[in-house]
């Protein structure tokens, strides 16, 4: 149950894969190198390896436990979290403004992987907190950002995010909790909030919570929402903590996977808030956390598939079973058998294309930060806007398909719980669904990113992906046959992408909500093996002495899994259709 982390894969896809050097030339990030960022993953590969990885097996079979409106974090947890905080790790892609390191956001992502991976149900605590602090810091008064910014950056202090409520889930419309103002600026908070995910614990200091409510005279709907700040203890004039704020948790969910996180539902009884935003508009401020949430649960999926990978490549190199055809010895490794090979090299790289996807969103948010232009500005935030549902879906759904393979892998070993498959595969599973399930990353890729501009910039990365063309001719002579592979691979994902759009743009809401998660899924597959195959040829170009491997693991992605997009168009052509002819009565029975 050791990890290992792929350090040299990510730096690889971070020098080759997204336009790092973009980055890097900025005066935002001058001052950050190569060498720093290698050393950056170094560290978080150590700290992820040595003090988090070791607790991911005592988390999941002791959970936190509940205990006079208390919570106390698995054993190792508080002494970890310490750790974690006075490392910095929470810092590390923070705003400089605010105390943070300021490092760009893609070097967070590669370093986040590794914690998630190690002990996921931990890193829960430090993203959540990281998604509260860009909240706060984007929508907040002055006087709130003075008060809990400064301990939220460094950790010492975490924050939580409060919108779920028994009858309000996915559609938060029907929140009932309520905000009555005091009359001196604050609001009395009441009501029930479930799936609280770190909603208390003994890890922080105090933990911030983030909470949707309604004022008395909201409008009814998501358009009555109002966020408010509630901490766990109130803070003094002199920044010391005071009293316990009127808000406890009163249940811990039993749950399938990530038994180390505590998912709490909490019970707020007149506690005292401050509203950050405008009043009616908390639903838009929170959005400014669940976005970058939305990108971590898709690295989240990574991290947990990569973890299930490793399992399940020691466990292929170790058992020995049976006589691998061609050899003549009676018992080899399992390794040996092709379609273990097959299984172990299709976890890989569909676990590097959807890290690809990952990267490639952090960046372009990065770039749009450090850009001067204002078309540049906007072009980027666009393009982070359009890549998140992509990326939450992808990365989440292909943790959860890699995990499955790790199990199988491990044949019946992968089925009771000794080997720790089992837990990666319960692990995952969360992944899909909090956040914004992946049917709504779906629907919001084709309702909000596609249908409102036009398609416009879904058709400026289809360019993006046609123009690697580019990088696969400059190294063809390197790549030798596989030039011709990459060539055709791109010219048909672009073509299935931009065929695809077209349909979509061109179907009424119930066809295009029908086939909404084909098309998210055909975009990202061929999306996935470009950014492979970009970061193949860059590296090709650059002399990396790892650009060899890189390509044939593009290669494999060209050939195994691009080529799925063409059954997702299939489906995406046929519409509504075959998911609706059949009787809705008859679903139980033929």
Same mark, same amino acid.
């Not at 990281?130 to 400064?150: F, G, N, Q, R």
């Not at 009932?176 to 799936?195: M, V």
């Given at each position: 149950?050791?990890?290992?982390?792929?350090?040299?894969?990510?730096?690889?896809?971070?020098?080759?894969?997204?336009?790092?050097?973009?980055?890097?030339?900025?005066?935002?990030?001058?001052?950050?190198?190569?060498?720093?960022?290698?050393?950056?993953?170094?560290?978080?590969?150590?700290?992820?390896?040595?003090?988090?990885?070791?607790?991911?097996?005592?988390?999941?079979?002791?959970?936190?436990?509940?205990?006079?409106?208390?919570?106390?974090?698995?054993?190792?947890?508080?002494?970890?979290?310490?750790?974690?905080?006075?490392?910095?790790?929470?810092? #590390?892609?923070?705003?400089?403004?605010?105390?943070?390191?300021?490092?760009?956001?893609?070097?967070?992502?590669?370093?986040?992987?590794?914690?998630?991976?190690?002990?996921?149900?931990?890193?829960?605590?430090?993203?959540?907190?990281?998604?509260?602090?860009?909240?706060?810091?984007?929508?907040?008064?002055?006087?709130?950002?003075?008060?809990?910014?400064?301990?939220?950056?460094?950790?010492?202090?975490?924050?939580?995010?409060?919108?779920?409520?028994?009858?309000?889930?996915?559609?938060?419309?029907?929140?009932?909790?309520?905000?009555?103002?005091?009359?001196?600026?604050?609001?009395?908070?009441?009501?029930?909030?479930?799936?609280?995910?770190?909603?208390?614990?003994?890890?922080?200091?105090?933990?911030?919570?983030?909470?949707?409510?309604?004022?008395?005279?909201?409008?009814?709907?998501?358009?009555?929402?109002? #966020?408010? #700040?509630?901490?766990?203890?109130?803070?003094?004039?002199?920044?010391?903590?005071?009293?316990?704020?009127?808000?406890?948790?009163?249940?811990?969910?039993?749950?399938?996977?990530?038994?180390?996180?505590?998912?709490?539902? &909490?019970?707020?009884?007149?506690?005292?808030?401050?509203?950050?935003?405008?009043?009616?508009?908390?639903?838009?401020?929170?959005?400014?956390?669940?976005?970058?949430?939305?990108?971590?649960?898709?690295?989240?999926?990574?991290?947990?598939?990569?973890?299930?990978?490793?399992?399940?490549?020691?466990?292929?190199?170790?058992?020995?079973?049976?006589?691998?055809?061609?050899?003549?010895?009676?018992?080899?490794?399992?390794?040996?058998?092709?379609?273990?090979?097959?299984?172990?090299?299709?976890?890989?790289?569909?676990?590097?294309?959807?890290?690809?996807?990952? &990267?490639?969103?952090?960046?372009?948010?990065?770039?749009?930060?450090?850009?001067?232009?204002?078309?540049?500005?906007?072009?980027?935030?666009?393009?982070?806007?359009?890549?998140?549902?992509?990326?939450?879906?992808?990365?989440?759904?292909?943790?959860?398909?890699?995990?499955?393979?790790?199990?199988?892998?491990?044949?019946?070993?992968?089925?009771?719980?000794?080997?720790?498959?089992?837990?990666?595969?319960?692990?995952?599973?969360?992944?899909?669904?909090?956040?914004?399930?992946?049917?709504?990353?779906?629907?919001?890729?084709?309702?909000?990113?596609?249908?409102?501009?036009?398609?416009?910039?879904?058709?400026?990365?289809?360019?993006?992906?046609?123009?690697?063309?580019?990088?696969?001719?400059?190294?063809?002579?390197?790549?030798?046959?596989?030039?011709?592979?990459?060539?055709?691979?791109?010219?048909?994902?672009?073509?299935?992408?931009?065929?695809?759009?077209?349909?979509?743009?061109?179907?009424?809401?119930?066809?295009?909500?029908?086939?909404?998660?084909?098309?998210?899924?055909?975009?990202?597959?061929?999306?996935?093996?470009?950014?492979?195959?970009?970061?193949?040829?860059?590296? #090709?170009?650059?002399?990396?002495?790892?650009?060899?491997?890189?390509?044939?693991?593009?290669?494999?992605?060209?050939?195994?899994?691009?080529?799925?997009?063409?059954?997702?168009?299939?489906?995406?052509?046929?519409?509504?259709?075959?998911?609706?002819?059949?009787?809705?009565?008859?679903?139980?029975?033929?």
């Amino acid at each position: 149950m050791t990890y290992s982390a792929p350090v040299n894969a990510m730096h690889y896809l971070l020098r080759h894969a997204v336009d790092m050097d973009v980055i890097l030339e900025s005066a935002q990030h001058s001052e950050v190198s190569h060498d720093l960022i290698s050393d950056i993953l170094s560290g978080a590969a150590s700290f992820s390896e040595e003090v988090l990885a070791p607790l991911n097996w005592g988390g999941d079979q002791n959970p936190a436990t509940l205990d006079n409106a208390s919570v106390t974090a698995s054993p190792g947890f508080k002494d970890a979290y310490q750790a974690f905080v006075e490392a910095g790790w929470q810092t #590390l892609s923070m705003p400089e403004s605010i105390g943070g390191i300021g490092l760009p956001q893609v070097v967070s992502v590669a370093a986040n992987e590794m914690i998630y991976a190690s002990n996921m149900a931990f890193g829960l605590c430090p993203m959540l907190t990281s998604s509260a602090v860009k909240a706060i810091d984007a929508h907040a008064s002055a006087s709130l950002k003075a008060t809990y910014l400064e301990k939220m950056v460094t950790g010492h202090w975490s924050g939580a995010m409060c919108l779920t409520e028994p009858q309000a889930g996915s559609d938060l419309g029907p929140v009932r909790t309520k905000a009555e103002p005091l009359g001196d600026g604050t609001y009395a908070i009441s009501g029930q909030k479930i799936y609280i995910t770190w909603g208390d614990h003994d890890c922080a200091e105090n933990i911030i919570h983030l909470v949707l409510a309604r004022l008395p005279d909201a409008p009814e709907g998501s358009k009555g929402i109002s #966020l408010f #700040l509630c901490p766990k203890y109130f803070v003094e004039e002199d920044g010391t903590l005071g009293a316990r704020n009127a808000f406890k948790p009163i249940g811990l969910e039993h749950k399938l996977g990530i038994h180390g996180s505590p998912t709490c539902v &909490m019970e707020f009884d007149g506690a005292k808030g401050w509203m950050i935003g405008e009043p009616n508009r908390g639903l838009s401020c929170m959005f400014t956390m669940m976005n970058e949430a939305r990108l971590f649960v898709g690295v989240q999926g990574v991290a947990i598939g990569d973890r299930a990978y490793q399992a399940a490549l020691n466990y292929a190199r170790e058992r020995v079973q049976g006589r691998v055809s061609g050899e003549a010895e009676k018992n080899a490794p399992i390794i040996g058998h092709p379609d273990v090979r097959r299984m172990l090299i299709d976890m890989k790289a569909h676990l590097m294309g959807a890290r690809a996807i990952c &990267m490639a969103t952090a960046a372009a948010g990065d770039i749009a930060l450090i850009s001067e232009d204002p078309d540049a500005v906007k072009a980027h935030h666009v393009r982070e806007a359009l890549l998140t549902p992509i990326a939450k879906s992808y990365g989440s759904d292909a943790g959860v398909s890699v995990a499955s393979t790790g199990v199988q892998v491990h044949g019946g070993m992968g089925f009771v719980e000794e080997t720790g498959a089992a837990q990666h595969y319960r692990d995952s599973r969360i992944a899909p669904i909090y956040e914004g399930t992946n049917g709504i990353q779906a629907i919001d890729l084709v309702g909000r990113k596609l249908k409102r501009d036009g398609g416009a910039a879904m058709q400026a990365l289809i360019a993006d992906i046609r123009a690697i063309s580019k990088n696969v001719q400059a190294s063809s002579g390197a790549l030798g046959e596989k030039a011709d592979v990459f060539e055709k691979a791109i010219a048909n994902g672009a073509g299935l992408m931009t065929a695809a759009m077209d349909i979509l743009l061109s179907m009424d809401d119930k066809g295009a909500l029908s086939v909404a998660t084909d098309y998210l899924n055909l975009c990202a597959d061929i999306l996935g093996g470009a950014l492979l195959i970009k970061a193949a040829c860059n590296g #090709l170009l650059s002399n990396d002495p790892l650009a060899p491997n890189m390509t044939a693991l593009a290669s494999y992605h060209a050939i195994s899994i691009m080529p799925r997009a063409s059954a997702r168009f299939e489906a995406i052509q046929a519409g509504s259709a075959p998911i609706f002819d059949f009787p809705v009565d008859r679903l139980a029975d033929l």
